[in-house]
Structure formats: structure tokens, C-alpha cells
């Protein structure tokens, strides 16, 4: 009763922020985004009644933090009279500060964990799963560019494009590396009841898909950087509105802005997404990227650079 599985993160470019069911945790918008290639995590999990409770442990080290959400996220994929679990958890880049390590983490747990069990699912009923334990989550079961569509019924997840349909190119600006003030979950829900623009943000969600869906049908670069770069800071200035406000950014992030706007008007195809945290993840054509990279390192205080292309769903690499 062993099983590995290894998921990468994804990013939104038409995001998720707000909840219509807490408890179900449903969004309260569909979302778009693109599975991400080289960074990942890859999540093992063996169920033994021997154990006295579920361990976690992350690069090596026991690690209560994430515990007790993932012990909810067994429980409704194994069932609550489950054994115990040992997760081992590994990651190839920086878990916890806005680079989606919750999507990439509790995707690959769903489907180590449905394996370990022995139980056999689709990858719409486990992104269903995952969704439940992080909305974002139930987006990298998935390959390439991918649609979450949301109701009152459930969340529908697939994907739109595959990844070499549209190969683009993510550049990650790592601005500040430490944990985020406060997470998404917690932080969305403070939008949701304090933000006055939050209402019209739901409502807008549809036409921002819309215009995304037919971006990359087209493979429209232009029309994809629109509405992307105005979804993202839709989003943001929610958060900015909420009481007490929530500001993810520092004054790097506000430089790499800066910096790919600057190069998209000198003709460079780029623009720019960031999520909870201060990270800018600038988003190319692939002949763009060896310049957009430069011009990133060139910011000052920026810590670091990740490349990635984009990449498959979640999948189990090892059972025993
Ligand atoms: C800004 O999926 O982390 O990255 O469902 O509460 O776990 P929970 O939220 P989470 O929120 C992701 C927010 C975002 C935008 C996005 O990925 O769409």
C-alpha cells in the first residue's frame, strides 16, 4: 500500500481568488492557467495500521505545517476510517511563497494517495478530490492550458490546449523567497466580505474566460497578454481593497512589472502574472526568453530566476 506521484505546479493566467462554499471549498470563478514542466513535487504516501497518526515529512525532515490539511485531504480520498499515513514530500524549488508548491503538493497527494489505497479514478474525479483540499490544485491533474469551470454542483476541469500545442515559456522572477503574511485561502475570503469590488469581480469572471479560451485557440500572444495582465491586477487590487489590506508585493515586484511592460511595448512578445506572494512569473514566446531572462536578472533584488516550459498532469511514478 505505497504509491508515488509526482505533480507539477501551474499558474493562473485568469485566476481563482473567492469561495461560493467554504466547506465544500468551491470557487466562487472558473480560472485558467498552464501546467508548468520543471519544477515539481513529488508526494509518496503508504497507509500502516502499525502507525499511531500520519507523518509528514517534507525534503528529508518532519514537517507538522502542512499536516493537518493534508490529513483532510487523505480522509476524503481514502475515507475517515483509513490507517494512518506516512507522506513523504519533495520539491525541487521553494515551497510556500507564492510559486503554487499547495497546487503542485496536494495534487500529487491525491493521486499517491488514491493509488495507495487502491482505489481507481479519473483524472476528473481526482482533480475533484484535490480541488477540495486547494481550489488551485485541481488545475495541475491536468496538461498544457486548463480550464476550471465552477457551479454550485462541483468544479469541471479540463484541458483546453495540450503543452506543445502553444509551447510558451514561464520566467520566475524570485523576489524574496520567505513565507507569505497570509495564505490564499484565508486571504480570499477577506476580499470575498470586505472588498466593495469584489461582487463585480465575480461577475466579470466569464468575459476574462472568454477572451482567454479564444487567446488560445488563436495562439493570439497579444490578446492572451490583455486580458492576463488585467486579470492579474483585478485580482490584486481586490486584495489591496480588503480591511485589513492584503499586499503581496514589494518594490522588486513592482521593478519586474515595470521591466516586462517595457519590453512588450519594444515589441518583445511577454507579460507578466503573480499570485500570492511577490514572485513575477513573466510568460513569453520561446524565442523571447533568453532576452526577457536577462532583463529580469539585470532587476536589482532579484534573488533568483526559474525557466520552465509548460508540462503534463499529475501522474503516479512508482507503486508497491
Ligand atoms: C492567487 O488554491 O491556494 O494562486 O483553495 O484556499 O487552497 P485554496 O486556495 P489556492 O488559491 C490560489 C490563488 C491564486 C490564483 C490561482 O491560482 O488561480
Sequence with gaps: MHAT??????????????????ARNLPAVGSISITLEDLYTEMSVSFDAACAADVLVVN???DPALLPRLSRCLDSVAGTKRS???????????????LASSASAFAAVTVAASAAAGLERDRHALAALAGGASGSAARSLFDGFVELATGSDGIS??????????????????????????GSGAAMELSR???????RWVDEQPRDIERAHAAVRERDFAALAAVAEHN?????SLMWTSRPAVVYWNAVTLTCMETVRALR?????VFFTIDAGPQLKAVCEPQAEAE???????????RDLLTTGLGRGARLVATA
Design 5 to 22: 506521484a509526482r505533480a507539477q505546479p501551474n499558474i493562473a493566467l485568469v485566476k481563482y481568488w473567492g469561495k461560493r462554499d467554504l
Design 60 to 62: 528529508g525532515r518532519e
Design 84 to 98: 494512518p499515513a506516512r507522506i513523504e514530500s519533495r520539491s525541487n524549488f521553494p515551497i510556500g511563497a507564492g
Design 157 to 182: 476541469v479540463s484541458s483546453v490546449m495540450p503543452p506543445d500545442g502553444w509551447p510558451l515559456r514561464v520566467v520566475i522572477a524570485v523576489t524574496a523567497p520567505g513565507p507569505k503574511p497570509i
Design 193 to 199: 466580505k470586505t472588498s466593495p469590488f469584489y461582487r
Design 232 to 236: 492579474c491586477l483585478k485580482m490584486h
Design 265 to 269: 511595448a519594444d515589441g518583445v512578445p
Design 292 to 302: 526577457v531572462s536577462e532583463a529580469l536578472a539585470a532587476v536589482p533584488g532579484v
